[in-house]
């Protein structure tokens, strides 16, 4: 499966302005591959590092698809993060 979405983040560690990039979704469940690639080249390498970081912590593909309807995802409204 390969899925592209807004990710909307309004607070964060690296920047204090609202962000707003376009993820891509590179899922095998076959071969358990899941990829996020940021596809703004404007995004700072640690906010790169911190947002594919988080996603792959705290999201599931199973949430994407039920977050996607309209392609959008709000950081800020996700559960918080899984506690290790």
């Given amino acids: 499966m390969l ?3 807004n990710l909307n983040i309004h607070k964060t560690p690296y920047s204090p302005e609202n962000i707003s990039t376009r993820i891509m979704l590179v ?6 591959i899941k990829e996020f690639r940021i596809l703004n080249s404007g995004i700072k ?3 790169d590092g ?3 970081s988080w996603l792959e912590e705290n999201i599931e593909v199973d949430e994407i698809f039920e977050g996607l309807n309209s392609n959008d995802i709000d950081i800020d409204v996700l559960p ?3 506690e290790a």
């Fill in 27 to 32: 899922y095998d469940k076959r071969e358990n």
């Fill in 50 to 52: 911190w947002i594919k």
């Fill in 3 to 5: 899925t592209i979405f």
């Fill in 45 to 47: 390498e640690e906010m």
């Fill in 80 to 82: 918080k993060p899984r």
